[in-house]
T-cell receptor, first 113, second 114 residues
């Protein structure tokens, strides 16, 4: 079975610019997660989708971050405008249901100059 | 709010040694406890998952234990190999409602020297 696909793998932008990340979960997985992993830290959940509905976005900085999962499959995460502290790896994960093990993609490494 | 702590932050051992990684969590009302491996530039690979009703899980040279009452889990790696070098992350899954949320520790960076 194909794993969780993410693109791009790397992105370098200047502060105040915008950026978007894309995630394609494992086929049939209803639950999709976006995590932020700052260097030296464990991943932190930004947003969780169940199909195309948001389950938890309590740690998403909504003034600059947005995410959508149209049609309950692919998802995009956007940052606008980016700040220096947004430099991190953004990981996407999916699971068959919310209480099932999560499968992670390789992430997008974002550097803000 | 759940907090997960991992000790040590980094560990360097010679090949062949047995080793233990430690994880503690503040809220014992967990759904399960997972250990992940993360290689540089890669995502997370699940190694072992222990349900809240279980005490331990084993996979090959890996053994993970869970003591909910004390808020602790350990990952035991037997006969370590250079290929085991990676960051090991512990994560608890909350049991609140329909939101099974993972809370991660900061990880232990393991280096196994040939």
């Amino acid at each position: 079975e194909a794993g969780v696909a993410q693109s791009p793998r790397y992105k370098i932008i200047e502060k105040r610019q915008s950026v978007a990340f894309w995630c394609n979960p494992i086929s049939g997985h209803a639950t999709l997660y976006w995590y932020q992993q700052i260097l030296g830290q464990g991943p932190k959940l930004l947003i969780q989708f169940q199909n195309n509905g948001v389950v938890d976005d309590s740690q998403l900085p909504k003034d600059r971050f947005s995410a959508e999962r149209l049609k309950g499959v692919d998802s995009t995460l956007k940052i606008q405008p980016a700040k220096l502290e947004d430099s991190a790896v953004y990981l996407c994960a999916s699971s068959y249901r919310g209480n099932q093990p999560q499968h992670f993609g390789d992430g997008t490494r974002l550097s803000i100059l | 709010k759940q907090e997960v702590t991992q000790i040590p932050a980094a560990l360097s051992v010679p090949e062949g040694e047995n080793l233990v990684l430690n994880c503690s969590f503040t809220d014992s009302a967990i759904y399960n406890l997972q250990w992940f491996r993360q290689d540089p530039g890669k995502g997370l690979t699940s190694l072992l998952l222990i349900q809240s009703s279980q005490r331990e899980q084993t996979s090959g040279r890996l053994n993970a234990s869970l003591d909910k009452s004390s808020g602790r889990s350990t990952l035991y790696i037997a006969a370590s190999q250079p290929g085991d070098s990676a960051t090991y992350l512990c994560a608890s899954t909350g049991s609140g409602g329909s939101n099974y949320k993972l809370t991660f520790g900061k990880g232990t960076l393991l280096t196994v020297n040939p």
